[in-house]
Protein backbone atom coordinates (compact mmCIF):
# COMPACT_ATOMS: atom_id res chain seq x y z
CA UNK A 1 0.00 0.00 0.00
CA UNK A 2 1.49 3.39 -0.86
CA UNK A 3 0.88 5.75 2.14
CA UNK A 4 1.96 8.93 0.01
CA UNK A 5 -0.62 8.18 -2.34
CA UNK A 6 -3.22 8.02 -0.03
CA UNK A 7 -2.21 11.13 2.13
CA UNK A 8 -2.59 13.39 -1.53
CA UNK A 9 -5.94 11.43 -2.28
CA UNK A 10 -6.94 12.59 0.79
CA UNK A 11 -5.52 16.23 0.52
CA UNK A 12 -7.23 16.48 -2.52
CA UNK A 13 -10.64 15.15 -1.32
CA UNK A 14 -10.15 17.91 1.15
CA UNK A 15 -9.19 20.81 -0.72
CA UNK A 16 -12.14 19.85 -3.50
CA UNK A 17 -14.25 20.17 -0.84
CA UNK A 18 -13.44 22.95 0.80
CA UNK A 19 -14.01 24.88 -2.55
CA UNK A 20 -17.39 23.52 -2.79
CA UNK A 21 -18.60 24.57 0.34
CA UNK A 22 -16.97 27.65 -0.52
CA UNK A 23 -18.76 28.12 -3.59
CA UNK A 24 -22.09 27.10 -2.60
CA UNK A 25 -21.45 29.71 0.33
CA UNK A 26 -21.23 32.54 -2.03
CA UNK A 27 -24.07 31.23 -4.52
CA UNK A 28 -26.67 30.98 -1.63
CA UNK A 29 -25.60 34.52 -0.91
CA UNK A 30 -25.78 35.72 -4.40
CA UNK A 31 -29.36 34.00 -5.27
CA UNK A 32 -30.59 33.81 -1.75
CA UNK A 33 -34.27 35.11 -2.02
CA UNK A 34 -35.33 37.29 1.15
CA UNK A 35 -38.75 36.38 2.98
CA UNK A 36 -40.85 38.73 4.17
CA UNK A 37 -40.69 37.78 8.36
CA UNK A 38 -44.61 38.28 8.34
CA UNK A 39 -44.57 35.02 6.24
CA UNK A 40 -42.59 33.15 8.72
CA UNK A 41 -45.44 34.95 11.88
CA UNK A 42 -48.03 33.63 9.45
CA UNK A 43 -46.97 29.67 8.80
CA UNK A 44 -46.50 30.03 12.26
CA UNK A 45 -49.79 30.31 13.32
CA UNK A 46 -51.44 28.38 10.33
CA UNK A 47 -53.09 24.92 11.57
CA UNK A 48 -50.42 23.29 9.06
CA UNK A 49 -52.88 21.05 7.37
CA UNK A 50 -51.25 21.54 4.20
CA UNK A 51 -54.51 20.67 2.87
CA UNK A 52 -54.58 22.59 -0.14
CA UNK A 53 -58.31 23.90 0.45
CA UNK A 54 -57.21 27.43 0.21
CA UNK A 55 -56.26 27.18 -3.09
CA UNK A 56 -52.47 27.15 -2.66
CA UNK A 57 -49.79 24.48 -2.13
CA UNK A 58 -50.18 24.13 1.38
CA UNK A 59 -49.67 26.47 4.27
CA UNK A 60 -46.99 28.37 2.78
CA UNK A 61 -48.30 28.76 -0.18
CA UNK A 62 -50.87 30.73 1.03
CA UNK A 63 -48.67 32.62 3.76
CA UNK A 64 -46.81 33.61 0.64
CA UNK A 65 -49.96 34.82 -1.53
CA UNK A 66 -51.20 36.25 2.06
CA UNK A 67 -48.01 38.64 2.03
CA UNK A 68 -48.10 39.44 -1.56
CA UNK A 69 -51.64 40.56 -1.64
CA UNK A 70 -53.10 37.89 -3.88
CA UNK A 71 -55.15 36.37 -0.76
CA UNK A 72 -57.24 37.24 1.73
CA UNK A 73 -56.26 37.30 5.58
CA UNK A 74 -59.48 34.53 6.18
CA UNK A 75 -58.31 32.64 3.08
CA UNK A 76 -57.65 29.36 5.61
CA UNK A 77 -60.79 27.65 5.87
CA UNK A 78 -59.62 24.72 8.78
CA UNK A 79 -58.14 27.74 10.60
CA UNK A 80 -61.43 29.59 10.11
CA UNK A 81 -62.66 33.09 11.96
CA UNK A 82 -59.79 32.23 15.14
CA UNK A 83 -56.68 31.78 12.53
CA UNK A 84 -58.11 34.86 9.74
CA UNK A 85 -57.97 37.58 13.44
CA UNK A 86 -54.06 36.42 13.92
CA UNK A 87 -53.22 36.97 10.25
CA UNK A 88 -54.96 39.88 10.23
CA UNK A 89 -53.09 41.46 13.39
CA UNK A 90 -49.86 40.56 11.52
CA UNK A 91 -50.90 42.57 8.53
CA UNK A 92 -52.00 45.02 10.21
CA UNK A 93 -55.69 44.40 8.66
CA UNK A 94 -59.16 44.43 10.08
CA UNK A 95 -61.07 40.90 10.02
CA UNK A 96 -64.77 40.92 9.24
CA UNK A 97 -66.89 38.48 11.18
CA UNK A 98 -66.61 35.37 9.08
CA UNK A 99 -69.31 32.40 9.48
CA UNK A 100 -67.82 28.97 10.39
CA UNK A 101 -68.65 26.70 6.84
CA UNK A 102 -69.04 23.36 6.91
CA UNK A 103 -69.50 20.85 3.58
CA UNK A 104 -73.24 19.73 3.04
CA UNK A 105 -74.43 16.79 0.34
CA UNK A 106 -77.72 17.16 -0.71
CA UNK A 107 -79.32 13.99 -1.33
CA UNK A 108 -81.31 11.39 0.71
CA UNK A 109 -81.63 8.87 -1.51
CA UNK A 110 -80.61 6.21 0.78
CA UNK A 111 -80.43 2.81 0.04
CA UNK A 112 -84.00 2.32 1.26
CA UNK A 113 -85.13 5.79 -0.05
CA UNK A 114 -83.59 5.25 -3.62
CA UNK A 115 -84.85 2.84 -6.35
CA UNK A 116 -82.22 0.40 -8.08
CA UNK A 117 -82.21 0.22 -12.02
CA UNK A 118 -79.72 -3.08 -11.08
CA UNK A 119 -77.21 -4.66 -9.25
CA UNK A 120 -73.43 -2.91 -9.17
CA UNK A 121 -70.52 -5.19 -8.57
CA UNK A 122 -67.18 -3.97 -9.66
CA UNK A 123 -64.98 -1.25 -8.58
CA UNK A 124 -66.05 1.25 -5.59
CA UNK A 125 -65.22 4.46 -7.30
CA UNK A 126 -67.79 7.05 -7.82
CA UNK A 127 -65.82 8.40 -10.91
CA UNK A 128 -65.95 5.11 -12.58
CA UNK A 129 -69.56 4.21 -11.96
CA UNK A 130 -70.92 7.43 -13.08
CA UNK A 131 -69.57 6.44 -16.93
CA UNK A 132 -71.54 3.43 -16.23
CA UNK A 133 -74.80 2.22 -17.75
CA UNK A 134 -77.74 4.86 -16.68
CA UNK A 135 -75.06 6.69 -14.97
CA UNK A 136 -74.44 4.13 -11.88
CA UNK A 137 -77.21 1.74 -10.31
CA UNK A 138 -79.69 4.52 -9.31
CA UNK A 139 -82.68 5.13 -10.71
CA UNK A 140 -81.85 9.06 -9.80
CA UNK A 141 -79.35 10.13 -12.26
CA UNK A 142 -78.41 13.15 -9.73
CA UNK A 143 -77.70 11.64 -6.54
CA UNK A 144 -74.83 10.04 -4.20
CA UNK A 145 -73.59 7.49 -5.53
CA UNK A 146 -72.35 5.66 -2.39
CA UNK A 147 -68.78 4.50 -2.85
CA UNK A 148 -67.51 7.39 -0.39
CA UNK A 149 -64.88 8.81 -3.12
CA UNK A 150 -65.63 11.92 -1.30
CA UNK A 151 -64.69 10.29 2.26
CA UNK A 152 -61.40 9.08 1.03
CA UNK A 153 -60.71 12.39 0.14
CA UNK A 154 -61.29 14.17 3.15
CA UNK A 155 -58.45 14.56 5.37
CA UNK A 156 -60.18 15.30 8.77
CA UNK A 157 -62.31 12.20 8.69
CA UNK A 158 -65.89 14.21 8.34
CA UNK A 159 -67.42 12.77 5.89
CA UNK A 160 -68.81 8.82 5.74
CA UNK A 161 -71.16 6.52 3.74
CA UNK A 162 -73.98 5.61 5.67
CA UNK A 163 -76.78 3.38 4.43
CA UNK A 164 -75.68 4.54 0.31
CA UNK A 165 -75.27 8.49 1.14
CA UNK A 166 -72.31 10.23 1.96
CA UNK A 167 -72.71 12.13 5.14
CA UNK A 168 -70.72 15.20 7.03
CA UNK A 169 -69.68 15.39 10.75
CA UNK A 170 -70.43 19.16 10.76
CA UNK A 171 -68.05 19.50 13.89
CA UNK A 172 -65.03 17.49 11.95
CA UNK A 173 -65.63 19.22 8.75
CA UNK A 174 -62.88 21.89 8.51
CA UNK A 175 -64.73 23.83 4.65
CA UNK A 176 -61.15 22.51 2.84
CA UNK A 177 -63.86 21.97 0.03
CA UNK A 178 -61.83 18.55 -1.06
CA UNK A 179 -65.01 16.05 -0.98
CA UNK A 180 -66.98 18.70 -3.40
CA UNK A 181 -63.51 18.80 -5.92
CA UNK A 182 -64.12 14.95 -6.15
CA UNK A 183 -67.73 14.27 -5.88
CA UNK A 184 -68.41 13.52 -10.21
CA UNK A 185 -72.40 14.52 -9.01
CA UNK A 186 -71.56 17.65 -7.53
CA UNK A 187 -73.79 17.49 -4.53
CA UNK A 188 -71.67 19.02 -2.07
CA UNK A 189 -71.58 22.49 -1.31
CA UNK A 190 -70.48 24.55 1.37
CA UNK A 191 -73.22 26.05 3.85
CA UNK A 192 -72.88 27.99 7.75
CA UNK A 193 -71.64 25.74 10.36
CA UNK A 194 -75.54 26.78 12.40
CA UNK A 195 -77.54 26.66 8.82
CA UNK A 196 -80.91 25.11 10.53
CA UNK A 197 -82.99 23.90 7.07
CA UNK A 198 -81.38 22.92 4.11
CA UNK A 199 -82.88 20.91 0.77
CA UNK A 200 -81.60 17.35 1.27
CA UNK A 201 -82.04 16.69 -3.07
CA UNK A 202 -80.48 17.40 -5.94
CA UNK A 203 -82.77 16.41 -8.51
CA UNK A 204 -83.70 18.30 -11.85
CA UNK A 205 -86.32 16.12 -12.78
CA UNK A 206 -90.07 16.78 -12.76
CA UNK A 207 -92.35 15.28 -10.11
CA UNK A 208 -93.29 12.02 -11.42
CA UNK A 209 -89.99 11.52 -12.45
CA UNK A 210 -88.54 12.08 -9.44
CA UNK A 211 -91.37 9.85 -7.38
CA UNK A 212 -90.10 6.99 -9.46
CA UNK A 213 -86.99 7.20 -8.98
CA UNK A 214 -86.68 7.96 -4.85
CA UNK A 215 -89.32 8.35 -1.90
CA UNK A 216 -87.42 11.55 -0.47
CA UNK A 217 -86.60 13.69 -3.57
CA UNK A 218 -87.64 17.37 -4.28
CA UNK A 219 -90.86 17.27 -6.73
CA UNK A 220 -90.53 21.06 -7.36
CA UNK A 221 -93.91 21.81 -6.05
CA UNK A 222 -93.22 25.17 -4.56
CA UNK A 223 -95.15 24.56 -1.29
CA UNK A 224 -91.88 25.66 0.61
CA UNK A 225 -91.61 28.76 -1.41
CA UNK A 226 -95.34 29.43 -1.19
CA UNK A 227 -94.80 29.72 2.51
CA UNK A 228 -91.72 31.46 3.09
CA UNK A 229 -92.14 34.95 4.47
CA UNK A 230 -88.67 35.49 3.88
CA UNK A 231 -88.27 35.30 0.15
CA UNK A 232 -85.56 32.74 1.50
CA UNK A 233 -87.09 30.06 -1.20
CA UNK A 234 -87.01 29.65 -4.61
CA UNK A 235 -87.53 26.57 -6.70
CA UNK A 236 -85.25 26.53 -9.91
CA UNK A 237 -85.10 23.48 -12.30
CA UNK A 238 -87.77 21.54 -10.26
CA UNK A 239 -85.33 21.76 -6.83
CA UNK A 240 -86.02 24.27 -4.10
CA UNK A 241 -82.74 26.31 -3.19
CA UNK A 242 -82.50 28.09 0.11
CA UNK A 243 -81.02 31.54 0.39
CA UNK A 244 -78.79 31.33 4.22
CA UNK A 245 -78.26 34.80 4.27
CA UNK A 246 -82.27 35.21 4.02
CA UNK A 247 -83.33 32.31 6.22
CA UNK A 248 -84.53 32.69 9.81
CA UNK A 249 -84.80 29.45 10.67
CA UNK A 250 -88.66 29.63 11.34
CA UNK A 251 -89.14 26.45 9.93
CA UNK A 252 -92.11 26.89 8.01
CA UNK A 253 -90.96 24.83 4.58
CA UNK A 254 -89.79 21.87 6.29
CA UNK A 255 -93.57 21.41 7.95
CA UNK A 256 -95.36 22.67 4.97
CA UNK A 257 -92.31 19.79 2.50
CA UNK A 258 -94.50 16.80 1.34
CA UNK A 259 -91.61 14.72 0.50
CA UNK A 260 -89.71 15.89 3.73
CA UNK A 261 -86.72 16.53 2.42
CA UNK A 262 -85.90 20.38 4.03
CA UNK A 263 -83.80 19.41 7.12
Do not use: W
Amino acid sequence: MNVQAIIIATVVVAVVGIVIGIVLGIAGEKFKVEVDPREEEIIGVLPGNNCGGCGYPGCSGLAAAIVKGEAEVSGCPVGGPPVAAKIGAIMGEEVGDAKRMVAFVKCSGTSDMAHFDYNYIGEMSCAMVKNISNGGPKTCNYGCLGFGECAMACPFDAIHVRNGVAVVDKDNCKACSKCINVCPQHIIELVPYDATHMVQCSSQDMGKKVMQACKAGCIGCKMCQKVCEFDAITVENNIAHIDQDKCTGCGKCAEKCPKKIIF
